[in-house]
């Protein structure tokens, strides 16, 4: 089992910067998956950006350019930099992990509003 904890989420408007932060209960180890997903009311929960496995780093076209994921290993740690926010980005993000028999474990989810 692995818990996900995220915080930094919150009201900013258009043009404006947030940072998530996921914390995970244990460490993040090469072979799992981690990352952002986000969902609107009434859509299907969508990806936002992945460290994978493999040592990608992927990221949804909406949020290329503008968006950054990073971690720190040593806090078991992923973050996502959001810059230049739209009012499209509105949503409830949440944190994922897959580990390696394809377990997907998910955050809470933290509510990002931009609107002016």
């Known amino acids: 089992q692995v818990q996900l904890v995220e915080s930094g989420g919150g009201l900013v408007q258009p043009g404006g910067s947030l940072r998530l932060s996921c914390a995970a209960s244990?460490?993040?180890?090469?072979?799992?998956?981690m990352g952002w997903f986000r969902q609107v009311p009434g859509k299907q929960r969508e990806l936002v950006a992945r460290f994978t496995s493999g040592g990608r780093i992927d990221y949804a076209d909406p949020v290329k350019g503008r968006f950054s994921i990073s971690r720190d290993n040593a806090k078991n740690t992923v973050y996502l930099q959001m810059t230049s926010l739209k009012p499209e980005d509105t949503a409830v993000y949440y944190c994922w992990l897959s580990d390696r028999s394809f377990h997907n474990y998910w955050g809470q989810g933290t509510q990002v509003t931009v609107s002016s």
């Open positions: 244990r460490s993040i180890f090469s072979d799992d998956d």
